[in-house]
Every structure is written in structure tokens, then in C-alpha cells.
């Protein structure tokens, strides 16, 4: 389930239905009504819209106020009935939004002009309180868990008469628990709706123009980041059947810190220590890249044969020709270097345009690392779980034998073809510190990579 947001705004029409406006024109480089309308009209046009946030942020306070308090503190008095982890995956961090709203709505009445709304200065209130919107991406990411949770309880009638009775106590709105709950992620999708019309009816020289105009941008980006975090929840049960397809694994589950894969290929690798290339299938995830082997007579057959922890190393650039470290010769080549040792990892692609692939796809692994760490995005145990079982679902469903895996993905290419800039993206001797954030966990695998096993084989 994605939440598809209408991010095209339309265009303005008058009550007859046509394109032009009494007395004025519409500006078409931003879609609002210009000073040739009437001012009135603008200012009442703008005024409904401010009135109409308000109400709705009112609204949503309230409902905010009821599903914590006739809901969630009713259910965690029935300990009979629920436990912490129900609740957690029920009810989200939504006692985290309900604080969020009510100071944002806050800072919004200070800005809101009763006597004249049309001069309300809405627009910087969104701005200053753009990081904490970012919460709502874990609420909309478990809200399909929360729903399927909410299903199973729905089928014992002692909680569907719980549920009433919370909401006739709390005289709340003749909705189901699953309407109230739906509330956030309706709400987080409507603003940039509501701030593309304001936007519509706000004269360039309006003092709160260019602030309205930055915040329908900065929540555009939220609703669409939420989406892409959605998406990527949505496909963490293909991720774990691939590593069920894998033979011979080891150590921690790719889901236990991974939740996309970003890049695959096939490359010759040498290891520092050992100095002999070896042929490799390589999946990039986000924080960490497997290594695997083709079976030599099925080639759809994988073994794994280790992983490198991402947020440990550098990629670095080689220089075609003899490398000083591993004293070889090298073509389309790069380096992974630890940043807290002086192990080094080369690369070496069949092509240029592959090598120059991987180096985009490293840098876009950074990127994604990034902003999880800003919205705090991660999988949850229960989403853990749940994929596990449906891996379990579909192998004993298909009936596969597992010592014949799926085939693996095919490669995913993030550069649009043809488009390969040297100058700008691949100077000779350029390194590249795509790694910038040192993220004070423990260890990916159990032991040290220089020790794994696997790179025995």
C-alpha cells in the first residue's frame, strides 16, 4: 500500500466551468490567481483555504487525543487481553505524532490571523517543524501490520465488544478502530494538497508566498520519501527468499540490518592477504555487500562465501595499470579500503561503464544509509518475522528443494544508460569517501572478516 499523493496541481476554474477568470488572468509559471482577479475575491479564496487547514488540524487533534487516551490507555490496562508487542505493532509511535501535532498546531495559532485569516503567515510554521513530519514514516511503514494485527484480534468477539466500549466511553465518533488508526496516514498525504492550494491563491507579494511555497516542497519530499520506504518494506520477503535460495550461509540474516538491494554484478576480486583473483557474484545492499559463487555446473546455484560491512570502508578509485598494493595489473578497477585498518578489498569490472555503475551504486548505498539514519527507518522484529514465515509459506507451498535454489536477480543498473561522465564522475587517482558516518554498532558478522571461513573455500 502506498500513499499516493497528487503532487500535479490542477488548474482554476470559475463557477461556469472555463479556464479564464473574471476580470484577470492566471499566471501560468505558478498557478495562482494573479492581481488582475479581483482582490476580494483572492483574499477570500485565501482565506477559506487557511480556515479550512485550521478546522482540519483541529480535527485531527482530536482524533489524535482518542485513539491515545480511549484506546491505547484502555488497552494497555488489559493485560489479559494485550501484551507490549500487540500494542507496539497496533498503535505505532503514535503517542510520539499526537506530541509532534500538538505543538505544531500550537506555533499554527500563533501565525493564525482571526480577524483577517487571508494574512496569515502559515508558511514558516511548516518549515521550522519540517524534521519532526519525518515520524510519520515509521507510523505509515507499520500500518499495514497494524492492520492485519488488528484483523486476527477482530475475529474473537471479545475484542470487537472491547473496542466499542473504549469508543462509547471516550465518546468518540461512530468510526471503527481501524478508521481512527488510518487518520495519520490520511493526514500526512492531505498537506500537500492543502498547501498546493493555499499556494494557488498566494499573490507572489504575498509576505508568506515564498515560505508556502518551501513547504509544499519540503512535504512533497516527505510524502515521497514515506512512499519509497514503504515500497522497500513491501519487497523484504523477496530479499529473504533470495537468502533462503543461497546455500552454505552464515551469520546474521540480511534483514537483521538490510532492507534493499541496490546493485549486482559479477567482478573479479582479490583479497589482500591472499593476492589471487577470484570470480565473484556481489549484492550491494544498503550497510553491507555479500559475496557469493556460481555452482560450476548450475550456474542458478549460489554459495556464500562472505560480506563485506559497508559502514566500515571507503570505495577508492585505481589507476589502470600496475597497483602498488597488491601488485598487479588492473583495468576498470577500484578499491574498498577499511577506514579503521589498512585492509583493502580491489574490484576489477569487465567494462568501464560497469565499473563506473558500481561507484554510483557505493555512492547511492551512502546516501540511502544517510537518510534512514535521519527519519530513523528500520525493519521491525514483527516484519522480521512475518517474512521469515512467508518464506517458510512458499517453500512448503512450492514444495522446493534446497539444494536447488531460485535463480537470483538479474542486475539492477541505478545509471541511466549512456550516461557516463569521466570528466566529471571518474578522474584517475580521485578518491572517493562516500562513508561519512561512523555508526557505533556492533559488528555485522560474529567474527572478524579477515577471518571468515568462507574466503578458505
Not at 569487465?350 to 551512502?366: N, S
Request: net charge negative; charged share 30%; with cysteine.
Amino acid at each position: 500500500m502506498l500513499l499516493w499523493v497528487n503532487q500535479e496541481d490542477g488548474g482554476v476554474e470559475t463557477a461556469e466551468g472555463t479556464s479564464e477568470v473574471a476580470n484577470g488572468h492566471l499566471d501560468p509559471t505558478n498557478d495562482c490567481l494573479c492581481l488582475g482577479s479581483p482582490l476580494q475575491n483572492r483574499d477570500q479564496m485565501r482565506a477559506n483555504v487557511i480556515n479550512e487547514i485550521m478546522s482540519t488540524e483541529r480535527h485531527y487533534i482530536k482524533h489524535l487525543k482518542d485513539i491515545c487516551e480511549g484506546y491505547l490507555r484502555q488497552c494497555r490496562k488489559r493485560v489479559d487481553m494485550f501484551n507490549d508487542d500487540q500494542l507496539r505493532v497496533i498503535f505505532g509511535n503514535i503517542e510520539d505524532i499526537y506530541r509532534f501535532q500538538m505543538g505544531f498546531v500550537r506555533d499554527l495559532e500563533k501565525q493564525y490571523n482571526n480577524e483577517e485569516p487571508h494574512l496569515s503567515e502559515i508558511g514558516p510554521c511548516f518549515l521550522e517543524h519540517q524534521d519532526g513530519f519525518w515520524i510519520y514514516s515509521e507510523y505509515c511503514n507499520n500500518h499495514l501490520d497494524a492492520c492485519m494485527e488488528l484483523s486476527k484480534l477482530m475475529r474473537d468477539g471479545r475484542y470487537q465488544h472491547f473496542f466499542e466500549a473504549c469508543r462509547l466511553l471516550q465518546q468518540m465518533i461512530d468510526i471503527a478502530i481501524d478508521g481512527f488508526l488510518l487518520t495519520p496516514v490520511q493526514k500526512i498525504c492531505k498537506y500537500p494538497l492543502q498547501l498546493a492550494e493555499l499556494l494557488k491563491y498566494t499573490a507572489q507579494e504575498h509576505s508568506d508566498y515564498r515560505y508556502v511555497a518551501a513547504a509544499l516542497a519540503v512535504m512533497r519530499n516527505v510524502t515521497q520519501q514515506i512512499n519509497e520506504r514503504k515500497r522497500r518494506l513491501e519487497n523484504i520477503d523477496k530479499i529473504a527468499q533470495w537468502q533462503a535460495s543461497v546455500l552454505d550461509w552464515e551469520g546474521d540474516d540480511i534483514l537483521d540490518r538490510s532492507s534493499e538491494l541496490i546493485y549486482t554484478g559479477e567482478m573479479s576480486w582479490i583479497y589482500q592477504p591472499y593476492g589471487r583473483s577470484q570470480q565473484r557474484v556481489f549484492f550491494l545492499f544498503d550497510h553491507q555487500l555479500v559475496l557469493c559463487k556460481k555452482d560450476l555446473i548450475r550456474r542458478d546455484i549460489l554459495y556464500y562465501k562472505g560480506r563485506i560491512d559497508m559502514d566500515r570502508y571507503d570505495v577508492r578509485d585505481a589507476i589502470d595499470g600496475r597497483d602498488d598494493d597488491f601488485n598487479v595489473s588492473v583495468k576498470n578497477a577500484f578499491k574498498l579500503h577499511n577506514k579503521d585498518s589498512e585492509e583493502l578489498h580491489i574490484f576489477l569490472s569487465k567494462k568501464l561503464e560497469e565499473k563506473i555503475r558500481w561507484l554510483r551504486a557505493f555512492h547511492e548505498e551512502r546516501k540511502m544509509v544517510q537518510e534512514d539514519e535521519k527519519i530513523g527507518f528500520e525493519i521491525s522484529e514483527y516484519q522480521k518475522r512475518q517474512a521469515a514465515l512467508t518464506v517458510r509459506k512458499v517453500a512448503k507451498q512450492k514444495g522446493v528443494n534446497r539444494s536447488v535454489p531460485p535463480s537470483y536477480p538479474p542486475p539492477q543498473d541505478p545509471l541511466p544508460p549512456g550516461q557516463y561522465d569521466l570528466a566529471e564522475d571518474l578522474a584517475q587517482a580521485e578518491v572517493f569517501e562516500f562513508s561519512q558516518s561512523k555508526r557505533g554498532q556492533a559488528p555485522f558478522w560474529h567474527k572478524n572478516f579477515t577471518r571468515l571461513a568462507p574466503f578458505k573455500k
